[in-house]
Nanobody, 117 residues
Framework: QVQLVQSGGGLVQAGGSLRLSCVASGSIFSRYTMGWYRQAPGKQRELVAAITSGGSTNYANSVKGRFTISRDNAKNTVYLQMNSLKSEDTAVYLC???????????WGQGTQVTVSS
């Protein structure tokens, strides 16, 4: 069982920045593929960004150049730095952990990000 505890988020004006954090339990965090997803009202959940154990990253086209995912394996933490926020970034953001060589996946509790225009 992996527990993911998120922090960060809140209300910000368009053009502003926020940083989300997600701390994972477990002794093999460095092996997890970590991701951030978001879900806006009435829309499907979508992948925002992901980072592998080797540090490779991928981003949704809508956030490329504005968001950065990173990880600190010593702290069992993954971050999502969000810059130049837009109203369309408003959503609940969820941290995700995928355990390698298994079908196991875990979710954080979610955190609201609201961007006012």
């Amino acid at each position: 069982q992996v527990q993911l505890v998120q922090s960060g988020g809140g209300l910000v004006q368009a053009g502003g920045s926020l940083r989300l954090s997600c701390v994972a339990s477990g002794s093999i965090f460095s092996r997890y593929t970590m991701g951030w997803y978001r879900q806006a009202p009435g829309k499907q959940r979508e992948l925002v960004a992901a980072i592998t154990s080797g540090g490779s990253t991928n981003y949704a086209n809508s956030v490329k150049g504005r968001f950065t995912i990173s990880r600190d394996n010593a702290k069992n933490t993954v971050y999502l730095q969000m810059n130049s926020l837009k109203s369309e970034d408003t959503a609940v953001y969820l941290c995700n952990a995928k355990i390698p060589s298994t079908s196991l996946t875990y979710w954080g509790q979610g955190t609201q990000v609201t961007v006012s225009s």
